[in-house]
């Protein structure tokens, strides 16, 4: 599991363009398509990424990779959400071991491998009220100056 330390800053929030899908053949819905409307949305911020103080929330950033079990998936291919739901207890459980619980601002990722025989999750989590963090806070230039 890949842990790093983040601080985070507001940025202005940037209205992106409208769009609208269709779901056609909707399952387990109480219609059969589903009409969706969207917005894009992007956020601007005047502060480089070299000039990051370091003020703001630390954000811990976790990993979660599973492995697909191809046989369900022929079955039933299940949604991001469905695939979400069956490990967010396991994943809560990591984090609460850890001192950290889940930040709801911050919704989480999901990515395939490119073989499409694992999958990730990417959470980020706040020290829980009376936690110590051993690991030091990180700003996003440090970070990629590891790198």
């Known amino acids: 599991m890949i842990k790093c330390l983040i601080y985070i800053k507001m940025a202005k929030q940037i ?5 609208r899908a269709i779901e056609k053949n909707a399952e387990d819905a109480p219609v059969k398509d589903i009409k969706w409307e969207g917005e894009e949305v992007a956020a601007m911020s005047d502060t480089k990424i070299t000039q990051d103080l370091g003020t703001g929330q ?11 079990n191809e046989e369900a998936f022929k079955q039933h291919t299940p ?8 490990h967010r207890g396991g994943m809560e459980a990591l984090l609460w071991r850890d001192g950290l619980k889940p930040h709801e601002a911050i919704e989480p990722r999901f990515m395939f491998s490119k073989n499409r025989k694992f999958y990730r999750f990417i959470i980020t989590a706040v020290p ?3 936690s110590v963090m ?9 970070i990629l100056n590891k790198t």
Request: no cysteine; net charge positive; aromatic share 14%.
């Open 79 to 86: 949604t991001t959400q469905e695939l979400f739901d069956a």
């Open 58 to 68: 630390e954000i811990v950033i976790r990993f979660f990779e599973f492995g697909v």
């Open 15 to 19: 209205k992106g363009r409208k769009f």
């Open 128 to 130: 829980r009220i009376g």
């Open 134 to 142: 051993a690991d030091k806070p990180l700003t996003l230039s440090q």
